[in-house]
Each structure stands twice: as C-alpha cells, then as structure tokens.
C-alpha cells in the first residue's frame, strides 16, 4: 500500500521561505501525476501545485510565481518550494496524486507570521 511522507514545514515570517518534501513509497512513482494541497484551519482542502509524470506543472492563482513544484524519480519525492510567505499559506501541507486516491500523509504543518 501506498505511503506519503511529508516534511520541512515549520514557522516562518512572512516573505520568508520553506522546502517541503513529500517521500512516497509502495507506488510506481515515475508515472504518475503528484500534488501538493493545503488545508487551512476551518477550510476545505485546496490543490495547490500539480506536477505530472512528465515535469508539467500547473499552479494555484495564489501560489503562482512564488511556489515551484519539482520531483525526484529516482527518490520517489515530490518537492515544493515556497518563497515569499504571506499569512495566508498558514495551513497544513499534503501531498498525493492528482486525482488525490491515496491514503493522505499527516502533512506538515506551515505557519507564517505576519
């Protein structure tokens, strides 16, 4: 059965930046869609960051041009970079596939401070 492992969340000011890392395993990783979602205190979950088998990447408006999503084949890890913090990335960061069929991880808890 699958498994999704995140790390690398933590508290930092607004403007700051964070690396999350999301390790898979029982899953044939290279060819398959994966994402990073949030979910915000009293929220739904929401998609953040796409990036397909092939290195496509599609973004949340309101993570362009400050996240970058990467993956590692070879480490079964998906990346997702975030500059420029604001408040409102404060959430608990997931990773899964694209449609989100797996088990969800425990996710990494992000908290900006304004």
């Known amino acids: 059965q699958a498994q999704l492992a995140e790390s690398g969340g933590g508290l930092v000011q607004a403007g700051g930046s964070l690396r999350l890392s999301c390790a898979a395993s029982g899953t044939i990783f290279r060819l398959i869609a994966m994402a990073w979602y949030r979910q915000a205190p009293g929220k739904q979950r929401e998609l953040v960051a796409v990036i397909s088998s092939g290195g496509s990447t599609n973004y949340a408006d309101s993570v362009k041009g400050r996240f970058t999503i990467s993956r590692d084949n070879a480490k079964k890890t998906v990346y997702l970079q975030m500059r420029n913090l604001k408040f409102e990335d404060t959430a608990v960061y997931y990773c899964?596939?694209?449609?989100?069929?797996?088990?969800w991880g425990q996710g990494t808890q992000v908290t900006v401070s304004s």
């Open positions: 899964n596939r694209e449609p989100p069929i797996l088990s």
